[in-house]
Nanobody
């Protein structure tokens, strides 16, 4: 059974950097698309980045494109989110999640919700707090 644990969050000043980790146990992450999501105070949860199971294709929300980078390390069974040039509006709880069906679909990972209003991801971590403040 797949379990995900996020780490690397904390307090950072505007313009600083953090690297979040999503570590898996039970199942190899190479068979799953992995998404990073965040929920800021007073806002709905949003997808910010994902990496596909086939071909390591990636996608990013417009708000983080050019500043954040998602990557896999299959040897460590971990997916990372490198966050640079952080802004106060990046503050929130960051979650990683796994989509078990992406490899079968053979398509790019999916950040938006489906037409029914749900994300396609099946497994979720507990989240890690990121606070960007001076």
């Amino acid at each position: 059974q797949l379990q995900l644990v996020e780490s690397g969050g904390g307090l950072v000043q505007p313009g600083g950097s953090l690297r979040l980790s999503c570590a898996a146990s039970g199942v190899s992450l190479q068979y799953y698309a992995i998404g990073w999501f965040r929920q800021a105070p007073g806002k709905e949860r949003e997808g910010i980045s994902c990496i596909s199971a086939p071909g390591d294709g990636t996608d990013y929300a417009v708000s983080v494109k050019g500043r954040f980078t998602i990557a896999r390390d299959n040897a460590k069974n971990t997916v990372y989110l490198q966050m640079n040039s952080l802004k106060p509006e990046d503050t929130g709880v960051y979650f990683c999640a796994a989509d078990a069906d992406n490899l079968v679909r053979g398509s790019l990972c999916v950040l938006p919700k489906t037409a029914s209003g749900e994300y396609v991801y099946d497994y979720w971590g507990q989240g890690t707090q990121v606070t960007v403040s001076s």
